[in-house]
């Protein structure tokens, strides 16, 4: 059964910062790129940033580029996201997902991250 489980998320004042894990089973994690979404109550769902397979190419959001930095673990099927400069608009539930070809097939529960002003 393939499950994904975030945590790291919590409380932190503006210009904080927080690293968000995504710990990974039921699957060959280092086979799959994986991304980051977030939901903030009453917006659509927005891509944050995505990782390949191996690591090596990267994907951000205009929003958090220069700001968050995406990691995989593979040795630890752990799926990270470093985020500085907290902004109150980046205020949301994060969620980790699975890509699959074209589309992202399985989703964690998400955790949440708010920012204080």
């Known amino acids: 059964e393939v499950q994904l489980v975030e945590s790291g998320g919590g409380l932190v004042q503006a210009g904080g910062s927080l690293r968000l894990s995504c710990a990974a089973s039921?699957?060959?994690?280092?086979?799959?790129?994986l991304g980051w979404f977030r939901q903030a109550p009453g917006k659509e769902r927005e891509g944050v940033s995505g990782?390949?397979?191996?690591?090596?190419?990267?994907y951000y959001a205009d929003s958090v580029k220069g700001r968050f930095t995406i990691s995989k673990d593979n040795a630890a099927n752990t799926l990270y996201l470093q985020m500085n400069s907290l902004k109150p608009e980046d205020t949301a539930k994060y969620y980790c997902?699975?890509?699959?070809?074209?589309?992202?097939?399985?989703w964690g529960q998400g955790t949440q991250v708010t920012v204080s002003s």
């Open positions: 990782i390949n397979s191996g690591g090596g190419s990267t």
């Open positions: 039921g699957f060959t994690f280092d086979g799959y790129g």
């Open positions: 997902a699975r890509r699959a070809y074209e589309e992202f097939d399985y």
